[in-house]
């Protein structure tokens, strides 16, 4: 069962996902922000599949958090989401092609996008 470190500022919308997740077949591992998100990372022992990150986050944004993230991790693969499609750091953090999921986006292409990029090699 692959293990997702969910990192998500909005606490409803945190669990929401985290539910989707869950009913979908995938452990998940979740954090308010980056800091807690690398806290999280420390106190897990398990291998983590898979860093779905919010972009635009207080203390820690996204694409910070994944830097440090994919030293600690460098197996572990990368989605950003964000609702913020007008903000530079959203811009800086897409266009290297890292799989990008807007919000507001279904269940159904959480899920979808999820199982592409785990399959990648």
Request: net charge negative.
């Amino acid at each position: 069962m692959p293990l997702i470190l969910l990192v998500e500022d909005a606490n409803s919308i945190r669990l929401l996902l985290r539910q989707v997740l869950e009913k979908n077949g995938y452990k998940v591992l979740e954090a308010g922000d980056g800091v807690e998100a690398l806290e999280a990372e420390a106190n897990c022992s398990e291998a983590i599949d898979l860093l779905l990150t919010d972009v635009v986050m207080p203390r820690l944004p996204g694409p910070a958090l994944a830097a440090r993230f994919a030293q600690l991790r460098p197996q572990a693969k990368l989605i950003y989401m964000s609702g913020y499609t007008d903000d530079p750091l959203v811009h800086a953090a897409t266009k290297d092609g890292v799989p990008f999921l807007q919000k507001p986006f279904t269940p159904s292409t959480l899920v979808k996008k999820v199982r592409e990029v785990l399959a990648q090699d």
